[in-house]
């Protein structure tokens, strides 16, 4: 990068290739000792501005998540970058020249034209669309599949007495095949969230598992460690007993006493670190 | 291959894509009828488009007894991806307390993780220098 010509040559290539477009510049801003600042300044910020509530040592939790979701103002450049922007105030942007919402509410069918639904209110609650009392879509998805076979059935029936009648009954078949896809699509969110809930059940197995791994390992390290010691144990007797037996096994014994030494250093390791 | 729900619905598609399929077949194979006395079967010549390619009573007959099994078929497939859409049992109360829950579960279970591989460095260590000191003469 220091290089200019390299830089000019990098420049006249995104102009040509570029699929993308480049990540934008304060991506740099983004390093280890910035974030640590950040974080810093923030907890000065937590600290002077409500003391009251930390003195409370329950609420350090909670405040502690406050404190990361909390936004600082006058910030220094190079740290500005580093809190996310706040999500615009009237819900809508453009890119690309295309208007997004942050809000996506599903259409309702009843906007989609003529379209008649089977279930009234789209199965949803009319307050706060939440469905405690749980709605039961399978069984209306399936008599829905059912009603479609049968209109079917009648539709051809239809057609071999009068084709001039099937018109009526292909709208039918229209609109169950539109309410059929417009349950499925309400019921999105939910699968959305159960997806969550089954990858978060995975992460937690996964951890769990790694867990109890790192300590069965851990154990067997500190029961071979243990195995080794007692096992010094026996040379060192065997060492006092040569040493005792007599002189013509000097060499032997000499070995045992340097084993001997060791075993007390070993031991010392091994005590050290328990205490 | 995607998640259930567009299983289904790929599933229903195909179930409307039968259906046409079923019409057309009907509409193009069918035999050809007199509805009177006078009326007779207009003969097109032979290399000209025909409307209608009549196939044997037999072969239409087991055709169609083929399309309305597909059809049975694509219906109880539709039946079984209904059943097994995933948690049809929790409402969205349940969905968000397990989410919460799980959460919970996750950082005590990230705090633990931590706290083991903490013991392994320390353990680690502790190999080491004994291993070392062994090597010593």
Known sequence: MADPNENQEMQDMDQITSTWPRPPPFYKDFTADNLARLADLKRERAE???????????????????????????????????????????????????????????????????????????????????????????????????????????????????????????KDIRDLFYNFHHLINEYRPHQARESLIATMQAQLDRLRAETTAIRDSKEKVERMLEGLGSLKIDQEEVAAATTATGANTKAPAAAGRGMGELEGEMWGMLVDPAN | MGDRLTQLQDAVDELAQQFVACIHYV??????????????????????????????????????????????????????????????????????????ELEDELKSAEAQHQEAIQEKKDIMSNLDEVIRSIRRP
């Open chain 1, 48 to 170: 002077t501005s409500n003391l009251p509530s930390n003195s409370t040592p329950k609420t350090d939790s909670k405040d502690a998540n406050d404190l990361l979701s909390q936004r600082l103002t006058g910030l220094p450049p190079n740290l500005r970058n580093l809190q996310p922007p706040l999500p615009p105030d009237e819900g809508a942007w453009r890119i690309f020249g295309d208007p997004y919402r942050l809000v996506q509410p599903l259409p309702k069918l009843e906007e989609g034209g003529e379209i008649r639904p089977v279930v009234a209110n789209g199965g949803l609650l009319a307050d706060g669309e939440r469905d405690d009392k749980h709605f039961d879509r399978a069984t209306v998805l399936k008599r829905i599949a059912k009603s479609l076979l049968l209109n079917f059935l009648e539709l051809v029936g239809v057609l071999g007495q009068n084709a001039m009648d099937a018109a009526d009954k292909v």
């Open chain 2, 27 to 100: 509409h193009r194979h069918h035999n050809l009828e007199t509805l009177g006395p006078n009326d007779e079967i207009r003969q097109l010549p032979k290399d000209a488009e025909q409307e209608v390619d009549s196939y044997p009573a037999d072969v239409f007959k087991a055709a169609q007894v083929e399309l309305a099994q597909d059809l049975i078929t694509k219906e109880q497939q539709i039946e079984y991806l209904i059943s097994i859409l995933p948690g049809l049992d929790n409402s969205e109360r349940d969905q968000e307390r397990n989410i919460k």
